[in-house]
C-alpha cells in the first residue's frame, strides 16, 4: 500500500483495526476467545470515545458561540477531562481482571502437560507425565486434544523467546531461569501455525512451529504411537 495521507490516517485511526482478519486471528481456544472478546471492547470503546472527542472539538472550535461558552465550562473540562477516564479506565480494568478470564485460566486440572522450551533457532517439545516425568520429545510439533485443558510450560536456557499462537492464546515469554506457565483448552480441530514473538536473534523470523488440535481419541492414538522405539532406518 502506498503511504498516501489517506492511507496512513486509515492505518492509524481506531475504525481500521475493526477488521477482525488484520487484528487477530479467528479464535480457536477459550483462551483466545476471551483475549478476542477484550479486544472488540476495546476497539468499540476506543473508536466511540475518539469520535466523541473529534465532534466535541470541532463543535468546541467552529459551532455556534452559545454552544462553545457551554463547552468551555470548568465543570465540563473536569467532569469530561478527568472524572471520566477515571471511570472508565477502571471500569475496563475491572472488566479485564473479572473472575471470568481468571477462570478461563485455571478452570480444571490440565488432562495435558507439555514443556517447551526455545532453543537458538527452534522449539524443543517435551510430552509430560502426571508426574513430571518425560514421555517423549519432538522438535517443532506439538498436538493438543480438543476439549480437555492443557498446561505448557514454557522455558529458555539461552535468550528470552515468546510462545505465540494467534489462534489459541496470547503471547507470553520464555525467560531464562523461569517456567511461565500457559493454559489453553482448544475449542475445535484445526492446524495453527506458532511464531516466536520475541526477537531472538539471528534466525528468529524461521522460529516457527505447528500447534494441531485433534480430537482425543487421535491424541490418544497419537501419543502412543510416540511413545514406541524408534524404527531402524532400511537399507
Ligand atoms: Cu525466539
Same mark, same amino acid.
Given at each position: ?8 490516517? $486509515? ?54 458561540? &452559545?454552544?462553545?461558552?457551554?463547552? &468551555? ?5 473536569? %467532569? ?37 522450551? /526455545?532453543?537458538? #533457532? #527452534? ?7 502426571? &508426574? /513430571? ?22 522455558? &529458555? ?12 492464546? %496470547? ?5 531464562? /531461569? ?7 483448552? $482448544?475449542?475445535?480441530? /484445526?492446524?495453527?501455525? %506458532? ?9 528468529? $523470523? ?30
Amino acid at each position: 500500500m502506498a503511504p498516501t495521507i489517506p492511507n496512513v490516517l $486509515a492505518a492509524t485511526l481506531p475504525l481500521a483495526a475493526l477488521a477482525p482478519t488484520v487484528v487477530w486471528a479467528q479464535p480457536n481456544s477459550v483462551q483466545a476467545a476471551r483475549i478476542a472478546d477484550i479486544g472488540w471492547v476495546l476497539y468499540v470503546g476506543a473508536t466511540a470515545i475518539f469520535l466523541i472527542v473529534t465532534v466535541l472539538m470541532l463543535l468546541a472550535m467552529f459551532g455556534p458561540a &452559545s454552544l462553545r461558552r457551554r463547552l &468551555s465550562r470548568p465543570a465540563l473540562i473536569l %467532569g469530561a477531562g478527568i472524572a471520566f477516564p477515571i471511570v472508565a479506565l477502571t471500569a475496563l480494568l475491572l472488566y479485564v481482571l473479572s473472575p471470568a478470564s481468571l477462570a478461563a485460566r485455571d478452570a480444571e486440572p490440565a488432562a495435558v502437560r507439555i514443556e517447551v522450551t /526455545g532453543e537458538l #533457532w #527452534w522449539w524443543r517439545v517435551r510430552y509430560l507425565d502426571a &508426574s /513430571g516425568a518425560l514421555l517423549f520429545e519432538t522438535a517443532n510439533d506439538i498436538r493438543i486434544p480438543v476439549g480437555h485443558p492443557v498446561e505448557l510450560l514454557l522455558k &529458555s536456557d539461552n535468550v528470552i523467546h515468546s510462545f505465540w499462537v494467534p489462534e489459541l492464546g %496470547g503471547k507470553l515469554d520464555m525467560i531464562p /531461569g523461569r517456567v511461565n506457565r500457559m493454559r489453553v483448552l $482448544a475449542s475445535t480441530p /484445526g492446524a495453527f501455525r %506458532g511464531h516466536c514473538a520475541e526477537y531472538c536473534g539471528a534466525q528468529h $523470523a524461521r522460529m516457527r512451529f505447528d500447534a494441531v488440535a485433534v480430537s482425543p481419541e487421535r491424541f490418544d492414538a497419537w501419543l502412543q504411537a510416540q511413545r514406541q522405539p524408534a524404527r531402524a532406518a532400511g537399507p
